[in-house]
């Protein structure tokens, strides 16, 4: 059961190494809440992490988390004795204490700590966070190591993609470089064609009728009337009267009049 601890912890120490920067001696910061159940189980902190990290560990504290650990009365006392053994960091807030929490989450921003809490709403806030070692009393007895988060998994492949891609500043010396040896080539311009405005679609445009069809269609439309006199009275037409040859008259009368 030992070995398999070991590995796991071993795993997950690899990781925010690799990819976050941590390096030996390890510093652990440790809370009140933290050291108080140490104090109930008679736990040597400093000799557990140790064996647990197997490696070298640091347990440290600030003054904030002294003076959060005095106020809390009689009952603490024996936490806040065992709390002032630790190495002291300065936290900036010497002059003006605050709560524990918001100390080290104020610390915790800029330096690399493995985080020992019970405090369950200080370890949900570095759960959340990358790049932050979460450490505890499993059932106040036995230390355990928690997991990378979902949120380190991220920041961890995202620092990988920014670390294989080539950075602005870099791309732009090179750029320079190329430009001062003559090696830069000049970037062909792209000519855009100007689109030309499209004609209307015939199918949806009415073709106009031609004025001589409009005028044949309204004059065959119409009757025939009359001509009109300037009095209003309507003139009849004059026939013409065709004169026949004499020869050709008498002929007629001939056979009008012969015998039938």
């Not at 004059?219 to 009109?228: C, E, F, R, V």
Request: proline share 6%; glycine share 4%; with cysteine.
């Amino acid at each position: 059961m030992k070995i398999t601890k070991h590995k796991k912890t071993r795993k997950y120490m690899s990781f925010y190494i690799n990819n976050f920067g941590f390096r030996e001696p390890l510093l652990c910061l440790i809370d009140g809440s933290f050291c108080h159940a140490a104090y109930k189980i008679r736990l040597q902190i400093e000799e557990q992490l140790k064996k647990y990290f197997q490696c070298e560990v640091k347990p440290i504290v600030t003054a904030c988390i002294i003076t959060e650990t005095d106020n809390l009365g009689a009952g603490f006392v024996g936490t806040s004795q065992l709390l002032k053994r630790f190495l002291v960091h300065r936290c900036g807030h010497e002059k003006h204490p605050i709560d524990g929490s918001s100390c080290i989450k104020a610390i915790t921003q800029t330096c690399r700590y493995i985080v020992a809490t019970q405090d369950r709403a200080l370890q949900q806030w570095v759960r959340s966070k990358p790049a932050i070692p979460l450490f505890y009393l499993h059932n106040n007895s036995v230390p355990t190591l928690v997991q990378p988060s979902e949120a380190n998994r991220n920041a961890a492949n995202e620092g990988q993609r920014s670390r294989v891609q080539v950075r602005t500043l870099d791309q732009q010396t090179l750029t320079s470089l190329k430009q001062k040896e003559g090696l830069a080539v000049p970037e062909a311009k792209v000519m855009r064609k100007k689109k030309k405005p499209k004609n209307p679609n015939p199918l949806s445009c009415k073709k106009p009728k031609k004025k001589k069809e409009a005028a044949a269609t309204k004059s065959n439309s119409a009757p025939q009337q009359p001509a009109k006199s300037d009095g209003g009275v309507v003139k009849k037409k004059s026939r013409k009267r065709v004169k026949l040859p004499k020869h050709v008259v008498e002929h007629l009368k001939a056979a009008v009049g012969g015998p039938k």
